[in-house]
């Protein structure tokens, strides 16, 4: 296990868990702990040998109870900016754009940035005590890690916008209606059920995962862009050694075990 100040890192046949590791302030993110994600993703993305990655907080109590607090409490406009670009281009985009699966499991408390941490992850899976929320408002702010764009593509404008006002916390069983998270489990059995999903993923291409993630991501922001995007990637699946793999295991009548490449 690798550890620096904020961060766990564990690997192990190929998932890397991140552990975010502030449990006395319920993880809440400040400038150290992005920074240091920051680096650990960088390093995850090069590694071969890691096929997906799973976040998750310290703790039973959450996963992310927000951006600290009392670290931007005293920033002006300029700051607050500022930090919100780097946040977006150094952790938030880089999870969405990562070219591996990323999965958030939400062991509790997901609130503001840390509810925008989660969905910057492709999949969620939250444990039955989960509450989430987007409490900006109730701060004098709005969300400023993505969350008022990540938020609607995912539940739909109208619930996004509730959630924003309101400032209230809806729970896991909620979360799973509107189509905020995958997946509602106990809360021990978390980890085993993102793991479980994890491993059903790395039977398959990881590479061409990527491209998928490229396209879906490219549709998003770029509507209909998103289409030549798909038209490229698909192109390019059939330039890896994982495509060959793939159609050759299947004439042959076997299982892909797919290089990754
Ligand atoms: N920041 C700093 N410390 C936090 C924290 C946070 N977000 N959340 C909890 N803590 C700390 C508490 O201060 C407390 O520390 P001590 O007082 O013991 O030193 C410790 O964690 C335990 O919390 P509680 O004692 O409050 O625990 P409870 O079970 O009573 O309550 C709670 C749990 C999650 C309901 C409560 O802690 C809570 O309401 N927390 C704050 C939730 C919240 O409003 N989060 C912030 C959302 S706004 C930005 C970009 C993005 C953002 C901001 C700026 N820029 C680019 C500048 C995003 C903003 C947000 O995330």
């Known amino acids: 296990m690798n550890q620096s100040e904020h961060l766990l890192v564990e690997k192990n046949e190929g998932i890397a868990?991140?552990?975010?590791?502030?449990?006395?302030?319920?993880?809440?993110?400040?400038?150290?702990?992005?920074?240091?994600?920051?680096?650990?993703?960088?390093?995850?993305?090069?590694?071969?040998?890691?096929?997906?990655?799973?976040?998750?907080?310290?703790?039973?109590?959450?996963?992310?109870?927000?951006?600290?607090?009392?670290?931007?409490?005293?920033?002006?406009?300029?700051?607050?900016?500022?930090?919100?670009?780097?946040?977006?281009?150094?952790?938030?985009?880089?999870i969405e754009?990562?070219?591996?699966?990323?999965?958030?499991?939400?062991?509790?408390?997901?609130?503001?940035?840390?509810?925008?941490?989660?969905?910057?992850?492709?999949?969620?899976?939250?444990?039955?005590?989960?509450?989430?929320?987007?409490?900006?408002?109730?701060?004098?702010?709005?969300?400023?890690?993505?969350?008022?764009?990540r938020l609607p593509q995912l539940i739909g404008k109208g619930r996004a916008l509730e959630m924003i006002f309101s400032a209230r916390m809806i729970d896991a069983e909620t979360a799973l209606n509107y189509g905020l998270v995958n997946q509602v489990v106990p809360q021990e059995k978390l980890l085993e059920a993102a793991q479980k999903m994890a491993r059903s993923f790395m039977k398959n291409s990881i590479v061409a995962m990527g491209y998928a993630i490229e396209s879906v991501n490219a549709g998003l922001l770029e509507g209909s862009l998103g289409y030549d995007v798909e038209v490229q990637a698909f192109g390019d699946c059939f330039e890896t050694k994982d495509f060959k793999e793939g159609t050759q295991a299947f004439v042959e009548k076997r299982k892909p075990h797919f290089p990754g490449a």
């Open 17 to 94: 868990l991140v552990t975010l590791n502030r449990p006395k302030q319920l993880n809440a993110l400040n400038k150290a702990l992005l920074s240091e994600l920051s680096e650990v993703l960088e390093s995850l993305r090069d590694a071969t040998e890691i096929k997906v990655v799973l976040l998750t907080g310290a703790g039973e109590k959450a996963f992310v109870a927000g951006a600290d607090i009392k670290e931007f409490a005293s920033f002006n406009g300029a700051q607050g900016a500022e930090l919100s670009k780097e946040g977006h281009l150094t952790v938030f985009n880089v």
């Open 97 to 149: 754009e990562f070219p591996k699966p990323v999965i958030a499991a939400i062991n509790g408390f997901a609130l503001g940035g840390g509810l925008e941490l989660a969905m910057s992850a492709h999949i969620r899976i939250a444990s039955n005590n989960a509450r989430m929320g987007l409490p900006e408002t109730s701060l004098g702010l709005i969300p400023g890690y993505g969350g008022t764009q």
